[in-house]
């Protein structure tokens, strides 16, 4: 198998685990509150990030780090997962897994805005006509269709929903400066954000000991919606000669999200959601062709 092949193999592979995401999140939530999830899930995402990093004998790179190194990624950790995923697992326990999950993703169109100020990058005509289109398909999921006035959602539910994009954006331009190897940095971040939210657990809610149906689906959210996943997507990267290549399946892994709503959740779709999500698939699919576009004429 070529290089080619395998990285959209992988691709497809982590397109499939972050599309059960919503569906995990909202089954774990069922016994667990976003507090105790977000816990429970991060040691999970550690330990198993910890094995990838032996398997990988990347372990002596721990130790090469330097005490700014750390300081950086305790400042990430408390960033995401602790900060990122109380948002986003709060949201979700507010609204149905088919209002939240497009409102997360919508990630890539605020790191678009993010961009401007921070990267100062410009944006230009097309870059306002992604996000008007994105942002249009939220109105529409947010209103169930009706322009002029919410829908029966939660307005935090849809606040935490959207600022989980804004948060999960911040961190992406955070990490691009940070060029240490990615495994390493995911590691350090869900090993910190475990330490910091067993506290946080402590004084806001409490420490689950009984029972043991909750631990596969914090588990399963550990492993396939935090860490696991991450790796490889990042391994589809590494292999794909381009990166327009592989996302195209990150493009389709929203609507399989809706299939799997739908039947293990048994939530009914509304027309809305799916309307309102390829608009805003089509405005990052658009963003994304811009972002391309600028890469090849510097380059020129």
């Not at 959209?8 to 599309?19: E, H, I, P, Q, V």
């Not at 959207?162 to 955070?174: M, P, T």
């Amino acid at each position: 198998m070529d290089r080619q092949r395998k990285a959209c193999l992988f691709a497809g592979l982590a397109a499939l685990l972050w599309a059960t995401a919503p569906t995990a999140f909202k089954i774990a939530l069922r016994r667990l509150d976003p507090l105790q999830l977000q816990l429970y899930a991060s040691v999970v995402s550690a330990v198993a990030l910890f094995g990838v990093l032996a398997a990988q004998k990347k372990l002596p790179l721990l130790a090469s780090y330097s005490r700014s190194d750390y300081l950086r990624s305790l400042l990430m950790g408390l960033l995401n997962p602790l900060v990122y995923y109380a948002v986003l697992l709060k949201a979700y326990s507010l609204l149905p897994a088919q209002v939240a999950q497009p409102l997360n993703m919508t990630w890539p169109i605020v790191l678009a805005l993010l961009s401007i100020p921070l990267l100062r990058q410009k944006i230009g005509p097309l870059g306002f006509a992604a996000t008007f289109i994105a942002f249009f398909g939220v109105v529409i999921i947010s209103t169930g269709g009706r322009m002029l006035s919410l829908q029966d959602l939660s307005p935090l539910g849809v606040s935490l929903g959207l600022s989980s994009a804004v948060l999960w954006a911040i961190f992406w331009i955070l990490n691009l400066r940070d060029t240490r190897d990615e495994v390493a940095k995911l590691f350090l971040n869900f090993a910190f954000g475990a330490i910091f939210a067993l506290p946080v657990v402590l004084v806001f809610s409490d420490i689950r000991v009984d029972g043991i149906l909750w631990l596969p689906a914090a588990g399963y959210v550990g492993l396939f919606e935090m860490g696991f996943t991450f790796v490889v997507w990042l391994s589809a990267l590494k292999l794909s000669r381009t990166t327009a290549q592989v996302s195209i399946f990150i493009y389709a892994s929203p609507f399989l999200s809706l299939v799997l709503i739908h039947f293990v959740l048994k939530e009914d779709i509304h027309p809305a959601t799916v309307i309102g999500l390829i608009f805003i698939v089509s405005g990052i699919v658009l963003q994304q062709y811009i972002t391309a576009r600028l890469e090849r004429n510097r380059r020129v």
